[in-house]
């Protein structure tokens, strides 16, 4: 069974740091791409971000570009999202993704 276990998420401070962790495990994590991606109050999901099966290509969303970084290990299958800079804007549940499949998301507010 696939599953995908997101956490890290809290309250933050804006301009502050948060790093969001995401468990993965029931499918072979070495050799697929994975996501993150976010769910603000009222609106749709937005993808947020994207690294290749070996972490040397990653893509970014205009709004996140420069702040939030996306990294994996494979060897323990786990991916990761360093978000620095953090603006209310960002406030949302995120989400790990792999193709359609997401896991149940973390909450993070940016609130001072």
């Known amino acids: 069974e696939v599953q995908l276990v997101e956490s890290g998420g809290g309250l933050v401070q804006p301009g502050g740091p948060l790093r969001l962790s995401c468990a993965a495990s029931g499918f072979s994590f070495s050799r697929l791409a994975m996501s993150w991606a976010r769910q603000a109050p009222g609106k749709g999901l937005e993808w947020v971000s994207f690294?290749?099966?070996?972490?040397?290509?990653?893509n970014y969303a205009d709004s996140v570009k420069g702040r939030f970084t996306i990294t994996r290990d494979n060897a323990k299958n786990m991916l990761y999202l360093q978000m620095n800079s953090l603006k209310p804007e960002d406030t949302a549940v995120y989400y790990c993704?792999?193709?359609?499949?997401r896991g149940q998301g973390t909450q993070v507010t940016v609130s001072s």
């Open positions: 993704t792999m193709g359609t499949t």
């Open positions: 690294i290749n099966s070996d972490g040397g290509r990653t």
